[in-house]
């Protein structure tokens, strides 16, 4: 039986969360501990995540990101698997001093990150379009998908699913997307960025988009979750009504300087949430 390239990209993602709830909570490497670091695992799982989303880091003296080092990625592994909490995503940081948009290098790096994000069996790669490299115009935009083209060949090949996290409105988020025409393209959205950035409702966009246009999802405030302007619950009722599954990542701060207790008091905001 023959299964087509959508159902092979989807399946991985639909198995993860077969069982249980149908959203999960997952956290950045660096609001768990730092960037790149092993040890940042340990500290998810203590704090109750359910996933990590590691961040790839910039270039280092041998020419290649951070997280292309087998020993790091054996030591990420190694700790994935010890304490429970798998690499749900990765974070291609070096695309804010290399823009995707009109920066051929930046393909170049994006495209070793998808390698690593294959090693690491993490399945989605996010690639960012913030500060100078954001798309602001229609101009911008319509530059982007080209190189986006590119990079969604390279990521059907390798099964990974990239995530397009910018400033723009959904709108323009669903022309992009099909304009460059893969299932290896979907939106990563960030609830906090749309209603304290770029200033509009997440509850209308993640309608808008949907489910099958959603890879996954930014949670933060400039505070704690639940005292700010983000509607961390209406977003979390939006997902569970338009039948989305999948991570709701933690990109919140610090606001004790305990990074370790107040993530603890995020992840149990958002526990009581999504049970």
Request: hydrophobic share 45%; glycine share 8%; charged share 25%.
């Amino acid at each position: 039986m023959r299964i087509s390239r959508r159902a092979l990209l989807a399946a991985p993602a639909s198995a993860a969360l077969a069982r249980g709830n149908n959203l999960r909570i997952g956290v950045m490497d660096g609001v768990a501990l730092a960037p790149s670091d092993p040890d940042s695992v340990a500290v998810a799982a203590r704090a109750g995540c359910e996933g990590i989303q590691v961040t790839l880091g910039r270039q280092t003296t041998a020419g290649h990101l951070v997280m292309a080092s087998p020993e790091r990625q054996r030591a990420f592994l190694a700790a994935s698997k010890l304490h429970r909490v798998p690499i749900i995503s990765t974070y291609i940081d070096i695309l804010h001093a290399h823009c995707l948009k009109n920066d051929r290098e930046a393909l170049r790096w994006a495209i070793e990150g998808i390698g690593i994000t294959k090693q690491l069996g993490a399945r989605i790669l996010m690639l960012v379009f913030f500060g100078k490299c954001a798309l602001e115009t229609r101009e911008e935009m319509d530059a982007a998908v080209g190189p986006l083209k590119e990079l969604a060949r390279e990521a059907e090949r390798a099964k990974v699913i990239l995530g397009f996290e910018n400033t723009i409105r959904a709108e323009d988020d669903l022309r992009i997307l099909d304009a460059v025409g893969s299932p290896a393209l979907q939106i990563y959205y960030d609830i906090g960025n749309a209603t304290n950035l770029y200033r509009v409702d997440p509850l209308e966009e993640l309608r808008l988009l949907g489910r099958k246009r959603i890879c996954q999802i930014h949670v933060k405030d400039k505070g704690y979750l639940g005292e700010g302007a983000v509607d961390v619950a209406g977003a979390v009722r939006v997902l569970y009504e338009i039948g989305w599954r999948g991570y709701l990542v933690l990109e919140t701060g610090a606001p004790s300087k305990n990074r370790e207790e107040d993530l603890k008091r995020n992840v149990a905001y958002l526990r009581h949430l999504v049970r």
